[in-house]
């Protein structure tokens, strides 16, 4: 049976902090050790995250292949309230440079709500293998593949520096490129505010990635283990998980 492999990805790349030192099992979910000799370098890991959350072609070349992608996917995203979960469908668009999420939602909505009183948040992503590709008895449970994202949110109020590139980033997807790229700054950032008066703009500060693939040979050969991109930045530090669990054999 082939096997599903967990890689987490976290934001350490960008502050160049070591590896995570656990794993969770991709099977079962119990909690693992790992060795940088189970991992896959952090920049393969966070180039898989991105095949798989590239979205739709956003610019091309003139022989009509992809020049650009939008990067711009709908997620699952997971808010807390009074101790209760809520479950809500927002279309995102990631920053591949820092790997950040950002989003427009309504004001007042259920996960707007929640985020302005606990800023704790999961996010998912998944599509179903092909059709054709399916094995009955064989990949029956690893018929998905996906990336999990936690992390905190929060609403931006237009004084954070990276308030103008998210929205923008987000914005061009939505206007598309050269409607976009035509207005100057001035016109860019008159438009953000408008729509900032009846939604609010979101981001999210992952802390970990954790991209399943059922049949990716990302993984060192003959190693079983998940495998973990954890995000580890001037703006987020290590999962408190993973600090607790680093003596745990």
């Known amino acids: ?35 940088p000799d189970t991992q896959l370098p952090q920049e393969e890991i966070k180039a898989l995250a991105l095949e ?3 979205g739709f072609p956003l610019t091309k070349n003139e022989d009509g292949t992809t020049k650009e992608w939008a990067y711009r996917e709908m997620y699952q ?10 479950l809500s469908s927002v ?32 996010m ?18 690893f018929n998905s593949y996906g990336v999990q994202i936690k992390g905190t949110a929060r609403l931006m109020t237009g004084e954070e ?9 987000y914005m061009r997807t939505l206007y598309g490129p050269e409607r976009w790229d035509a207005m100057d700054e001035e016109t860019q ?16 500060l992952p802390t970990e990635y954790n991209v399943t693939s059922l ?20 703006y987020f530090g290590k999962d408190a998980r993973q600090e607790d669990r680093k003596s745990v054999v």
């Not at 790997?99 to 259920?110: D, I, P, Q």
């Not at 520096?161 to 980033?169: E, I, P, V």
């Not at 049949?215 to 001037?234: A, G, T």
Request: glycine share 4%; charged share 25%.
């Open 215 to 234: 049949y990716w040979s990302f993984n060192k050969e003959d190693s079983r283990r998940p495998q973990y991109y954890d995000p580890e930045s001037p």
């Open 52 to 54: 798989y959350l590239r």
């Open 124 to 141: 998912y992503w998944y599509k179903q293998i092909p059709e054709d590709e399916y094995v009955p008895q064989v990949n029956d449970y």
């Open 189 to 204: 950032r008159a438009t953000i505010g408008r729509i900032a008066q009846v939604n609010e703009w979101i981001e999210i």
């Open 91 to 122: 279309e995102f668009v990631i920053d591949p440079e820092t790997m950040r999420l950002y989003a427009s939602s309504e004001k007042g909505t259920e996960k707007v709500v929640d985020i302005s009183k606990n800023e704790n948040v999961v």
């Open 77 to 86: 995203i997971a808010t807390v309230h009074d101790n209760m979960p809520g």
């Open 161 to 169: 520096d990276s308030f103008f590139r998210g929205a923008s980033l």
């Open 1 to 35: 049976m082939k096997k599903m492999f967990a890689l987490l990805l976290a934001a350490s790349m960008l502050g160049g902090a070591a590896l995570a030192e656990t794993t969770v099992d991709a099977t079962t979910g119990a909690s693992q050790v790992t060795t």
